[in-house]
C-alpha cells in the first residue's frame, strides 16, 4: 500500500520524547495529542486520530514489527476486558487532575517547583538537564514536567505491551483511544434515538 | 469454500490497526465503534488476524 504523509507521524512521536529529554518545555506540545483526538471525535464522530494519524500507534508498530521487538502473543483477556479498559481511563484520568491540580498550587505560590518527572505515578526520575527557566511562572513548568510525566508513563506502558503482547497493545487499553470511542458511542446513539 | 475475516464487534476497541494492514482496503472504521469488513472484497489473507492487537478477528470459511 503507498504510504500517505500521515504514516510518517511517528517522527513526530519520537521527536517529542527526544524534545522533552532537551527542554522539557516542549512537553507542552503534547496537548495537541489531547486535544486533536478529542475535537475529531467530538466534531466528526469518528476516530480518524486513531485509524489514520496518531505517531504513538505507528511508533509501536514499527518498533514492534519492523524492527521486530515483540512476541506477537495475544494479549490476557483481562487486558481487553471493558472492565480493565474503563478502569484504566478513570485510573488514568484522576491523575491527570492531581497533576493539574499539582500545576495549579505551584502556579498559586503555595508550593515550589519539582524539576523531576513522575514515571508510572510512582518513581520520581531527576529531570532538571531540560530545565532552563522560564519566563513566565514556575506554574508553567510544573504542567510541563507533569504532562511530560503522563507521556513518558504512558510510552513505557506501551513499550513493555509492546514486548509481551502485539506490537499495538497499548491502542487496546490507551485512554485516549478508549475516551473517544466512547464519545463516538454516545454521539451516534445520540443521532439514532 | 472461501476464507473471510470477521470481527467480533463487541470486543473492537476501533484502532483501526486492521485497516492499514488490509491489501485490499476492505476494511473500514466506520463512526469510530467497531471495524467492519466488506466481504466482497476480502480475500482472506489473514494480514489483519495478525496484526489486530486484541486478537479479535478470525478467518471463517464461508460457502461460495
Ligand atoms: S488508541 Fe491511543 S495510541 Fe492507539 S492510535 Fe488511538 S490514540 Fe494512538
Ligand atoms: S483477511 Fe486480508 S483481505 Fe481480508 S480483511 Fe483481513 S487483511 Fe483484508
Ligand atoms: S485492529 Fe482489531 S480492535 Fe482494532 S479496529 Fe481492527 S478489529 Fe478492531
Redesign the interface.
Known amino acids: 500500500?503507498k504510504k500517505k504523509w500521515y504514516d510518517h507521524l511517528w517522527i513526530f512521536s519520537l521527536t517529542y520524547l527526544i524534545l522533552g529529554f532537551l527542554n522539557i518545555l516542549f512537553a507542552w506540545l503534547g496537548l495537541i495529542c489531547f486535544v486533536v483526538p478529542l475535537m475529531i471525535?467530538i466534531g466528526h464522530?469518528?476516530?480518524?486520530y486513531?485509524?489514520?494519524y496518531c505517531g504513538r500507534?505507528q511508533l509501536f508498530?514499527l518498533l514492534g514489527g519492523r524492527f521486530g521487538l515483540s512476541r506477537?502473543h495475544?494479549?490476557p483477556k483481562w487486558m481487553?476486558s471493558k472492565y480493565f479498559?474503563y478502569g484504566f481511563l478513570i485510573f488514568f484520568f484522576t491523575m491527570f487532575f492531581m497533576m493539574l491540580w499539582n500545576t495549579y498550587l505551584v502556579f498559586a505560590g503555595e508550593r515550589t517547583l519539582a524539576q523531576k518527572v513522575t514515571l508510572l505515578w510512582t518513581f520520581k526520575l531527576p529531570w532538571h538537564w531540560a530545565y532552563h527557566g522560564t519566563l513566565v511562572s514556575d506554574g508553567v513548568a510544573q504542567f510541563a514536567f507533569g504532562f511530560y510525566s503522563v507521556m513518558l508513563t504512558s510510552t513505557v506502558l506501551g513499550f513493555v505491551t509492546m514486548i509481551l503482547?502485539?506490537?499495538?497493545?497499548?491502542?487496546?487499553y490507551?485512554p485516549m483511544?478508549?475516551m473517544?470511542?466512547l464519545?463516538?458511542?454516545a454521539?451516534?446513539k445520540e443521532v439514532k434515538s | 469454500m472461501k476464507r473471510k475475516a470477521k470481527v467480533k464487534k463487541e470486543?473492537c476497541?476501533?484502532?483501526?490497526?486492521c485497516?492499514?494492514v488490509c491489501?485490499r482496503?476492505a476494511i473500514t472504521?466506520?463512526?469510530?465503534?467497531c471495524a467492519v469488513i466488506d466481504e466482497q472484497l476480502c480475500v482472506g489473507c489473514g494480514k489483519c488476524v495478525?496484526?489486530?492487537?486484541?486478537?479479535?478477528i478470525e478467518l471463517r470459511e464461508v460457502q461460495e
Open positions: 500500500m471525535s464522530g469518528n476516530k480518524a486513531c485509524n489514520k500507534g508498530s506477537k495475544d494479549m481487553k479498559r503482547f502485539k506490537p499495538r497493545s497499548w491502542c487496546v490507551c483511544g478508549t473517544t470511542q464519545i463516538c458511542k454521539k451516534h | 470486543q476497541v476501533a484502532c483501526g490497526c485497516v492499514k491489501p482496503a472504521v466506520p463512526m469510530g465503534i495478525k496484526e489486530c492487537p486484541a486478537s479479535i
